[in-house]
Each structure stands twice: as C-alpha cells, then as structure tokens.
C-alpha cells in the first residue's frame, strides 16, 4: 500500500496505515515489525513485493467479503494488510532505498485499493444490500476519490504546488469508510440499529470528497493565475528596456 516518504520518494501520498496509527503507535508497531522486515529482507523479498500483497489482501478483503455483506470480518482482514504500509517502509529504510519507482507504485496500487474498497461498497448495495441510492453514494465515493487525487497530480505536474488541505482526503476517506464498516459489521452479532453507521459515513466520504475537489480545483485555479501574472510581471520590464534600447 506505501512506504513513508522519506524511504521510497519524496512525493508519495499519505496511506490509510498511517492515517489509523498515530506517532506513538507507529514507533511501537515499527520496534515491533522491525525483525519480521530484517527477516524478510533475508529471505530476498523486497519492499515492491510487500506492497503488492499488501494491496491485494485489501482487495480481497474488500471484494470478497464487503459485497456479502461480511463487513466486519472484511474490515478485519483489510486491517492486517493495512499494516504492510510499515512493513514494506521499514524494510526500505534498512535497505537503504530512496526511488521514484517505489513512490509510483505507491501511488498507483493505492487508487487501486480505493477503488477495491468502495467497489465493494457499491456491490453489496447493487446486491443484497437492496439500494440504489447507497450503491450511487458508493459508486460516487469512488469516482471522486480517483478525482480528487488526480487534480492534485495534474497541478503538481504543471508546476502548481496545490497547497491546500482539503476537507476529506485519501487518509481520512478511508479511516472514515473502514471504521464505518467494521462498526456496521456487529450487526452480524445481533447489534441492533448498528448497520445504519455506514451509510451516514459514505454519505459523509461522499459530501467531504466533493467539497475537497471543489476546494483543489479553485486552488489550482488561484494558483495557475498567480503565476501568469507573475510571469507576465518579468516579461514586461524585459520588453520595456529593448524598447528603450531601440529608441537610443
């Protein structure tokens, strides 16, 4: 799923385990997942495999279980792959390894996991979750998150700093929906009105994601004008002094 910024390039987004661990328990888990990381690194797996089935754990977790309706034990099992985010970074930094390669994969195995998860959404409302609306909601979710990132990529890549932090980004869409889910899952327990919670946390992924693009685009837009203002700023003296050159 991805590797902290420091060990794989400097332009990787946050991931979901990081956003579900705070500092301290990230120093806990990285003590704790350090010898399994030297351990891997010895067998000869490297950090770019890590990521690859960390990310399809989530996906089988999201596309197995979430479109039966099983959204507790899904949640589980995305939870225990979500943790490859500290391994495949742990096992970076004793490598060593800073590489644009790694952010890449990062990045593009994490729309991947977005998509899985709120794909299973959108199929357990399509199925025997019986709603249209919600399926839509889910369907939304989805679409938007892919959007929301990529307005930021594209910016990045005109040479706009999209500096704004939206309401609802990646990391806070997905603790959002997985919390959600594994709280709606009691309801396979005999939890009485609990199933109720994931739908008002996709209705609020939906709505924040919305607002977050809305609050990128108009950066971008200030941005892309700042900077052809001042462009033309530079211009204009330029042209001014061969024009008094000439004159003389």
């Given at each position: 799923?991805?590797?902290?910024?420091?060990s794989?390039g400097?332009s990787?987004p946050p991931?979901?385990?990081?956003?579900?661990?705070?500092?301290?328990?990230?120093?806990f888990?990285?003590?704790?997942?350090t010898?399994?990381?030297a351990?891997l690194?010895?067998?000869g797996?490297?950090?770019?495999?890590?990521?690859?089935?960390?990310?399809?754990?989530?996906?089988a977790?999201?596309?197995?279980?979430?479109?039966?309706?099983?959204?507790?034990?899904?949640?589980?099992?995305?939870?225990?792959?979500v943790?490859?985010?500290?391994?495949d970074?742990n096992?970076?930094?004793q490598?060593?390894?800073s590489?644009?390669?790694?952010?890449?994969?990062?990045?593009?195995?994490?729309r991947?996991?977005d998509?899985a998860?709120f794909?299973?959404?959108?199929?357990?409302?399509?199925?025997?979750?019986?709603d249209?609306v919600l399926?839509?909601?889910?369907?939304?979710?989805l679409?938007?998150?892919?959007?929301?990132?990529y307005?930021?990529?594209?910016?990045?890549?005109i040479?706009?700093?999209?500096?704004?932090?939206?309401?609802v980004?990646?990391?806070?869409?997905?603790?959002?929906s997985?919390?959600a889910?594994?709280?709606?899952?009691?309801?396979?327990?005999g939890?009485?009105?609990i199933?109720?919670?994931l739908?008002?946390?996709?209705?609020?992924?939906?709505v924040g994601s919305?607002?977050?693009?809305?609050q990128?685009?108009?950066?971008?837009?200030?941005e892309?004008?700042?900077?052809?203002?001042?462009?033309d700023?530079?211009?204009r003296?330029?042209?001014?002094?061969?024009?008094?050159?000439?004159?003389t």
């Amino acid at each position: 799923m991805g590797q902290p910024v420091a060990s794989r390039g400097h332009s990787a987004p946050p991931t979901v385990g990081k956003a579900m661990l705070n500092k301290y328990a990230r120093a806990f888990f990285t003590r704790v997942l350090t010898p399994f990381a030297a351990f891997l690194i010895r067998r000869g797996v490297s950090p770019d495999t890590v990521t690859l089935i960390g990310t399809a754990g989530v996906m089988a977790g999201a596309l197995v279980f979430y479109p039966r309706g099983e959204f507790f034990w899904g949640t589980v099992v995305i939870t225990l792959f979500v943790f490859s985010d500290l391994v495949d970074g742990n096992m970076a930094r004793q490598l060593g390894r800073s590489s644009r390669w790694g952010a890449f994969l990062d990045s593009t195995l994490d729309r991947v996991a977005d998509g899985a998860i709120f794909g299973g959404f959108a199929l357990w409302y399509a199925g025997g979750g019986d709603d249209t609306v919600l399926c839509a909601v889910s369907i939304f979710c989805l679409a938007s998150g892919q959007v929301v990132s990529y307005t930021k990529a594209r910016g990045e890549s005109i040479g706009l700093p999209v500096a704004v932090n939206g309401l609802v980004e990646r990391a806070e869409r997905l603790v959002i929906s997985l919390v959600a889910a594994g709280v709606a899952g009691f309801d396979t327990f005999g939890v009485p009105g609990i199933h109720v919670v994931l739908p008002i946390a996709l209705w609020i992924v939906a709505v924040g994601s919305l607002v977050t693009l809305i609050q990128r685009v108009v950066t971008v837009r200030r941005e892309s004008a700042e900077a052809e203002a001042q462009q033309d700023g530079q211009e204009r003296p330029e042209n001014a002094s061969h024009g008094s050159e000439a004159a003389t």
